[in-house]
């Protein structure tokens, strides 16, 4: 969580900044997550790079690995970003499965006791990820007790996702038994190992992840030209759809505020999870918009003094003002 204390003036300058995105890999173990990290890495640096080590035994990543700087382009747009490979997450480790595939009991031992320490490290990862890649194996039964629990803890942190079912190049893979169980998430087919699907999910990053919020402002008139339902659907749409914080001559009626609320609520989704609303009063205003320049004066300052601020809630945890600084505390 992050505080920022700025001005109405830097206010606007500094949603025109963006942070590097710490984009994790999670899943189950031998689900392809490090044979993704790789493509991922190679279509940006090309074959210059360590590889992660990869294998068809279970648990061959065993600590996090991070690729940093990374910067993917899309058109106009650049999104940059620090990858993080975790280990497969699983409720269950036994060094005897590992024998079974052929190692000595000595080293199935040892791959067991770091394979669920790279399951408590890669929780304990989840506090520091933006956005989450859940890595699946497209040929296995999608619902478990660990991607139901991984995906809820995940919407609980209000992290971001996008669900990659993975090795569509192998037989009895299937996408429409992910849909069915995650209905909810964009959900991406993909086979790391050929690259097949690859270019689908950076489309899908860059809808998903890239975070260029900008800020709108309503003057009264605009807004209260509007009958209710017309007024909560233009609100909600900015936030909800564009991401961006909406900044309101005047203050909504009681019952607008309670619909806009309503109105989220039934619009939350994987990627929306609600607003944050905050209002500065006549008293207050009167101070802060004597700072505006002359521009958003007239944009502002009219008959009724007072400015609502409205932002989405997976992004902003709480919105403060005074005369002198807006306050913006981000998740």
């Known amino acids: 969580m992050a505080l920022l204390k700025m001005s109405f003036?830097?206010?606007?300058?500094?949603f025109?900044?963006?942070?590097?995105l710490s984009l994790g890999l999670y899943g189950p173990p031998n689900a392809g997550k490090s044979t993704l990290a790789n493509k991922i890495v190679e279509d940006i640096l090309g074959d210059d790079f360590e590889r992660f080590s990869t294998s068809e035994i279970e648990h061959e990543t065993r600590e996090v690995q991070k690729v940093e700087k990374l910067e993917m382009k899309k058109g106009s747009k650049t999104l940059n970003f620090n990858l993080i490979d975790t280990p497969g997450i699983a409720t269950k480790i036994d060094f005897e499965d590992f024998v079974k595939k052929g190692m000595n009991k000595k080293d199935a031992k040892e791959r067991a006791k770091e394979a669920t320490k790279g399951v408590i490290d890669s929780i304990k990862w989840l506090d520091?990820?933006?956005a989450v890649l859940i890595v699946l194996d497209a040929t296995q039964n999608p619902y478990n007790q660990v991607n139901i629990t991984l995906i809820?803890?995940?919407v609980a942190k209000n992290k971001k996702?996008?669900?990659v079912a993975n090795k569509a190049d192998l037989k009895?893979?299937?996408?429409?038994?992910?849909k069915l169980v995650f209905p909810d998430y964009p959900i991406v087919y993909v086979s790391a190992k050929t690259g097949d699907g690859i270019d689908e999910l950076y489309t899908t990053i860059f809808k998903e992840f890239y975070w260029k919020m900008g800020v709108q402002v309503l003057s009264y008139d605009l807004i209260m030209d509007l009958d209710s339902k017309d007024r909560i659907t233009k609100i909600l749409n900015i936030v909800r759809d564009k991401g961006d914080v909406v900044m309101i001559e005047?203050?909504?009626?009681?019952e607008d505020e309670t619909e806009l609320i309503s109105s989220a609520l039934g619009s939350v989704s994987g990627r929306f999870t609600g607003i944050e609303v905050a209002f500065l009063d006549h008293k207050r205003a009167q101070g802060f918009i004597a700072k505006l320049k002359d521009s958003l004066l007239k944009i502002l300052a009219k008959d009724r003094i007072g400015i609502t601020v409205v932002g989405p809630s997976n992004i902003v945890k709480e919105i403060k003002m005074d005369p002198?600084?807006?306050?913006?505390l981000f998740k």
């Open 9 to 14: 003036f830097n206010f606007f300058s500094f």
């Open 16 to 20: 025109k900044k963006r942070k590097s």
């Open 128 to 130: 520091t990820v933006d």
């Open 152 to 154: 809820g803890n995940l």
């Open 161 to 163: 996702i996008i669900i």
């Open 172 to 178: 009895g893979a299937s996408m429409d038994k992910v």
């Open 250 to 254: 005047g203050r909504l009626s009681p």
């Open 324 to 328: 002198q600084k807006l306050e913006i």
